[in-house]
T-cell receptor, first 112, second 113 residues
Framework: AQRVTQPEKLLSVFKGAPVELKCNYS??????LFWYVQYSRQRLQLLLR??SRESIKGFTADLNKGETSFHLKKPFAQEEDSAMYYC??????????????FGKGTHLIIQP | KAGVTQTPRYLIKTRGQQVTLSCSPI?????VSWYQQTPGQGLQFLFE???????NKGNFPGRFSGRQFSNSRSEMNVSTLELGDSALYLC????????????FGPGTRLTVT
């Protein structure tokens, strides 16, 4: 069965410091990977997806199939980056259904 | 465009009862997915509907069911509620062909006592 692991429940960094949110996955096929973000009192929303290879709000994520990772990075953290971040994988769930599998999330806190 | 709306936003039910939650997708979106979010299990996929047909179903018991109407609005039903069904239920809509970007609603907070 596919699985998404975000090893850090909480990550605290200072403003201006680099940020790396880790995401590892297990999946037997070709995965589609996403990062979703939830700011305080807002809805869950898509931040970026690996197929578009774009930078959103200064964040980038590279799919590393060899290490089965999709880490989210930003060179200089800003206070408005404080949020919950979820890594998600689209693929076959147990039973053959397609669907999104989410990691448990990482709470990112940017300290001033 | 109006975002995804979910009603009701909060609900308290008793064990053994049943509940129906409603989701209105973004206009033009024909795919609606449902998720359960709990502190212990995180976000878990329940099912997806597209053009009134269930396309995918997650690993949940048959007490969880849903349907989609011709206007793409969707409902999910949970019968014989258990304490463990207490959760935030999220609905998300998407436009097929848009790289599976899902737009989430605010959720319905269900408490089972």
């Amino acid at each position: 069965a596919q699985r998404v692991t975000q090893p850090e429940k909480l990550l605290s960094v200072f403003k201006g410091a680099p940020v790396e949110l880790k995401c590892n996955y297990s999946y037997s096929g070709s995965p589609e990977l996403f990062w979703y973000v939830q700011y305080s009192r807002q809805r869950l929303q898509l931040l970026l997806r690996h197929i578009s290879r774009e930078s959103i709000k200064g964040f980038t994520a590279d799919l590393n199939k060899g290490e089965t990772s999709f880490h989210l990075k930003k060179p200089f953290a800003q206070e408005e980056d404080s949020a919950m971040y979820y890594c998600a994988l689209k693929g076959k769930l147990g039973g053959g259904a397609d669907g999104l599998t989410f990691g448990k999330g990482t709470h990112l806190i940017i300290q001033p | 465009k109006a975002g995804v709306t979910q009603t009701p936003r909060y609900l308290i039910k008793t064990r053994g009862q049943q509940v129906t939650l409603s989701c209105s997708p973004i206009s033009g979106h024909r795919s609606v997915s449902w998720y359960q979010q709990t502190p212990g299990q995180g976000l878990q996929f329940l099912f997806e509907y597209f053009s009134e047909t269930q396309r995918n179903k997650g690993n949940f018991p048959g007490r969880f069911s849903g349907r989609q109407f011709s206007n793409s609005r969707s409902e999910m039903n949970v019968s014989t509620l258990e304490l463990g069904d207490s959760a935030l239920y999220l609905c998300a809509s998407s436009l097929i062909g848009e790289g599976y970007e899902q737009y989430f609603g605010p959720g319905t907070r269900l408490t089972v006592t």
